[in-house]
């Protein structure tokens, strides 16, 4: 049992556990809750199991409160160092203490308090692992006079404190005839099948020497031992005793002899020799050992696998890092430009199409949703007054919809024609009239058919010039808008390599290059402010001149539509004027308004999905090789990245050299199963 000749266990241990820190995990520490009533040794079982004396009893040698011993491995104590921590419960014991072991005592006592918060003391060694013993205070027996707690508040604060699946149970209590454990009812309340429970029945010697023969001991032995669950018979130094056995050495060796005495007596009546593996607390101590052993063995696969995982994300990133610069090469620069400007051309004309890809959701927008962006806003009309309408009495289709690309362009000029359809004329006045018809008497037919045709002329204009400009607007905003669409596209395509487990190409690490990928959402930009200006220009050709309305007035038709009157009344001629003016009005409004969505649709819309690529794809084969270069800063992202391989080289050699020696502890603290010890 002699720890120090196992130093190397220790050592591998303490290893073990410093590579679980740096992989930024934790090895849980197990813990085992001592649960038994008063006086029946719980606490000398614990000093049994540290193989020296640290009493921590209180008052009378009971246990008011819990008691956490959290043994700590620390290569720097060749002796234990005790710490009793700070007590949340007593404000004067408010900071950390350390204490030599014989001073222990009569610190918990002052702290020995009823309170479900335990005494947190820390045993620091070289020569243990990390392990926690819990003492909880002792239940109360059904002749116990009432004390300070009732025993229901006692058995629910311990049943509390042992109810975590991952707490080992110990369940102690003395030797007696009869039925021997009174515990085990609280037991099976907590752990039914004792799957982590451990039964140890306490001054066994004194039991034995009652015994007369042979039949008599294994009937007691069999009626003693819980079916289904582990259960040890020790005898323990007694609390008179202890002042005799003040060091670890003399305390170890005193419990040996216990225990083979204990044997003596059962080989003298001629024991069944099955309990024998049951019978002393150097066998209970072996076998708790080995308990806690195999929690911290069930551990290094996990942490093996965990350190492999982190080399091969090294493994991943040194190779991630080098495509990269081999990505930095003049022609596979070139590729993949020419790859993402194709990808990023394929996303627009997918959603000009019509496309889920671009998550409607969350890209789409509804009309209303689209007004409130600066750069869309609402329609106005010659006064520059917004005009409010209701989507749904105007019939414009999908307007609650949230809707982007070519669904979102076609709703704008559907939109248009609806609010264009119900612009009027407006309030025509002498003043008017008579500005339209300027030098000319308004007394025949061609002089009243020219103020007519130059009124409705300037109406038209002054009504729907401010719908043009706002058309185009907007249609602008719904092509531009389309660029953050697609990027949010390729992103959920890299995540989903990600996901996935692919391996990035290096198309997808343009995204690291924002000149490059600026410069081709530039480009688009630039094609769509131009191509929008061009079409613009076509639309104004639809606001013809006075002339030109006059002569298709007069030639085409035949002056059909004017009535003039017959007298020489003013009054009568301004009022056909008016009325022509409105007919006319109507009529250019419906052409221009039809026109101007044929050409919209024509010289703005359709150009997306033909020259758009042309014209992008051509400037970026056209590109120079240091404009490339420039682009993608190759000599600033050349020594970042050769930086970078460097460093990631030095991490995973480091990997590869903990890996080596993670297997080399783990196989010692392996070896050490038989000889490991507290």
């Not at 956490?68 to 700070?86: C, F, G, M, Q, T």
């Not at 959920?492 to 996901?499: F, M, T």
């Not at 009157?565 to 007919?583: G, M, Q, R």
């Not at 930086?643 to 991490?651: G, H, L, Y």
Request: aromatic share 10%; charged share 30%.
């Amino acid at each position: 049992m002699a720890a120090e000749a196992d130093a190397g266990v220790y050592l591998a241990f303490n290893k073990i556990v410093h590579f679980a820190r740096d992989l930024n995990t934790q090895v849980q520490s197990p813990e085992v809750v001592f649960v038994g009533r008063r006086g029946h040794g719980k606490t000398s079982l614990i000093e049994s199991v540290l193989g020296h004396p640290l009493s921590f009893v209180g008052e009378k040698g009971a246990t008011k409160r819990p008691v956490s011993i959290n043994l700590i491995n620390n290569p720097d104590y060749a002796e234990p160092r005790v710490v009793v921590k700070r007590d949340p419960v007593l404000k004067d014991f408010s900071s950390d203490l350390v204490l030599p072991l014989a001073s222990v005592e009569a610190e918990v006592a002052k702290r020995n308090v009823i309170s479900p918060v335990p005494i947190q003391i820390n045993y620091e060694y070289k020569f243990c692992w990390n392990i926690t013993l819990i003492d909880t205070p002792g239940l109360a027996a059904p002749n116990d006079p009432p004390g300070e707690i009732s025993a229901e508040e006692i058995e629910e604060m311990v049943i509390e404190i042992a109810r975590p699946s991952s707490r080992l149970i110990v369940c102690v209590e003395e030797v007696k005839d009869g039925n021997q454990s009174e515990v085990v009812s609280l037991a099976k309340r907590i752990d039914p099948k004792f799957d982590r429970t451990t039964f140890v029945f306490n001054k066994f010697s004194d039991q034995l020497k009652g015994f007369t023969s042979t039949r008599e001991l294994n009937r007691y032995l069999t009626a003693t031992a819980i079916s289904d669950a582990h259960y040890y018979f020790t005898t323990l130094i007694p609390g008179k005793d202890r002042p005799n056995y003040p060091t670890k050495d003399k305390f170890k060796k005193r419990l040996e002899e216990l225990q083979r005495d204990d044997m003596t007596l059962l080989e003298q009546l001629q024991f069944d020799k099955r309990y024998a593996p049951s019978v002393g607390v150097v066998s209970f101590r072996r076998y708790l050992l080995e308990q806690t052993w195999n929690q911290y063995q069930a551990n290094i696969p996990e942490l093996l696998k965990r350190l492999r995982s982190f080399k091969k994300k090294s493994q991943d990133s040194l190779a991630h890092i080098t495509l990269q610069l081999e990505g930095l090469d003049s022609n596979k620069l070139r590729g993949n430009a020419s790859r993402y400007t194709m990808t990023f051309l394929r996303s627009i004309e997918k959603l000009l199409q019509g496309t889920l890809e671009g998550n409607p959701a969350v890209n789409g927008q509804t009309t209303d949703e689209e007004k409130e962006e600066d750069d869309a806003g609402d329609w106005y009309n010659s006064e520059y007054v917004p005009i409010k309408f209701d989507a749904t009495e105007w019939k414009i289709p999908y307007a609650k919809s949230k809707l982007y690309g070519g669904q979102q362009f076609e709703r704008l000029l559907s939109e248009f024609k609806a609010v264009a359809d119900h612009v009027t004329i407006g309030k025509l006045t002498a003043d008017d009239i008579a500005t339209a018809a300027g030098p000319n008497k308004l007394n025949n037919a061609a002089n009243c058919t020219w103020a007519a045709s130059d009124i409705a002329q300037r109406q038209v204009r002054k009504a729907l010039m401010p719908l043009l400009e706002q058309l185009f607007k907007r249609a602008v905003f719904v092509m531009k808008r389309l660029v953050d669409i697609v990027e949010s596209m390729m992103e959920s395509q890299r995540r989903a390599k990600r996901r996935t487990g692919r391996s990035p190409n290096s198309q997808d690490e343009l995204e690291n290059f924002p000149f490059f990928t600026h410069a081709v959402k530039d480009l688009f930009s630039k094609f769509v402010d131009q191509t929008a200006q061009e079409c613009k220009a076509k639309c104004k050709d639809e606001f013809l001149s006075t002339r030109l309305i006059y002569w298709e007035l007069t030639n085409l038709e035949g002056g059909k539509g004017l009535n003039l009157p017959k007298s020489d009344n003013k009054e009568e001629f301004i009022k056909a004027i008016i009325k022509l003016s409105h007919e006319l009005f109507n009529k250019i409004r419906d052409r221009v308004v039809k026109n101007i969505s044929l050409k919209t649709y024509n010289y703005f819309f359709v150009p997306m999905q033909t020259e758009l690529w042309a014209e992008i794809q051509g400037n970026i084969t056209c590109m120079s090789d240091d404009t490339l270069a420039e682009l993608f800063s190759v000599q600033v992202t050349r020594a970042k990245l050769v930086d970078a391989e460097k460093d990631m080289v030095q991490i995973l050699d480091k990997f590869s050299e903990q890996e080596d020696l993670f297997m080399e502890y783990a196989n010692q603290f392996a070896k050490g199963h038989q000889k490991f010890d507290l």
